[in-house]
């Protein structure tokens, strides 16, 4: 289950930084292409996404509350990979089916696609 609720930064608090997800395929997602969070306090910072390619299954989707990434959160109707209180850098990142969702206390930043 997720907290929306800020709590106090303590010595006990995660810190979650330099993630690097490069060269991805993830085919015949059922509900959404996944989830991000940091925590409202702790956000994730200098996550790094490339080369990334993830589409949903042609048929026997399931509802996307139906995902247990997503207990606690708002609920939305995007099958797309949720950003929460993280700052990502995308580099030649494809979502079928949906996109890029940046939401409360995320920044999304989109790298120029090379020559």
Known sequence: ?????????????????????????????????????????????????????????????????QSEMCQGLPQTDSRGLRLRNADCLADNVEIEGGGIDVEEGARLFNRPPRP
């Open 1 to 65: 289950m997720f907290s929306l609720r800020e709590e106090p930064l303590t010595s006990l608090t995660p810190r979650v930084r330099n993630i690097r997800i490069s060269n991805l395929a993830a085919v015949g997602c059922r509900a959404s292409a996944g989830f991000v969070a940091g925590l409202p306090e702790s956000r994730i910072r200098n996550l790094i996404l490339e080369n990334c390619h993830i589409s949903m299954a042609a048929q026997g989707l399931a509802p996307v509350d």
